[in-house]
């Protein structure tokens, strides 16, 4: 079974994948075929766990490939904290994508903050809306992954150490300045 981690950016992606790494049943990866197109973009071998917050502009692809055959994870973050670690990465990545290229320059003189309350706030309603029909879905809070991963883990029927899989959380992994 493939498992998908849908979810914003800033939010513990690169995390998650470091937990799951401890699995023995799961290959792991973060954001390994962004630059892939056509079918091989979502090309991922069986047993694989993927974060990718770019899978969210491509939800009809990843519906009519995998549909209810995989697991879904809605990883999220504090809305305010996602949104102030995306304002201080305005100007590269996804951001500036957001701001010049889906938003066509944004609105004249809109702060960072309320640019990156807006993407946040349009991922997370894709997000919603791809996952109300899902039949093996779940979410994992940032702030409650210590709580959440292990009922993950069971979710998965993982093997591995769970222990050392947690641990990955005490850790910042790709924190911003």
């Known amino acids: 079974m493939n498992v998908f ?3 914003t950016g800033r939010c513990g ?3 998650f ?3 799951c790494e401890h699995m023995n049943n799961y290959s792991a990866g973060h954001e ?3 630059h892939l197109t056509g079918p091989s973009r979502l090309d991922y ?3 694989h766990i993927e974060a990718d917050n770019r899978l969210c502009w491509i ?3 990843l519906e009519e490939k995998y549909g209810d055959d995989a697991y879904y994870v809605h990883l999220y973050r504090d809305r305010e904290a996602t949104a102030n670690s995306f304002a201080r990465r305005m100007d590269f990545g996804i951001m500036q994508a957001w701001r010049e290229g889906v938003l066509l320059g944004g609105r004249a003189g809109a702060a960072p903050l309320e640019l990156a309350r807006d993407y946040v706030d349009s991922v997370e309603a894709n997000i919603r809306l791809f996952l109300r029909n899902k039949s093996r879905c779940m979410e994992v809070r940032l702030e409650k992954a210590m709580e959440d991963f292990p009922r993950f883990w069971q ?4 093997e591995g150490d769970l222990q ?3 641990a990955e959380w005490r850790v910042r992994h790709n924190a911003s300045g």
């Open 5 to 7: 981690v849908l979810n």
């Open 59 to 61: 939800l009809g692809r």
């Open 45 to 47: 071998a069986q047993n």
């Open 164 to 166: 050392a899989a947690l």
């Open 17 to 19: 994948i470091r937990a």
């Open 155 to 158: 979710a998965v029927n993982a």
């Open 32 to 34: 390994t075929r962004i």
């Open 13 to 15: 992606s690169t995390t």
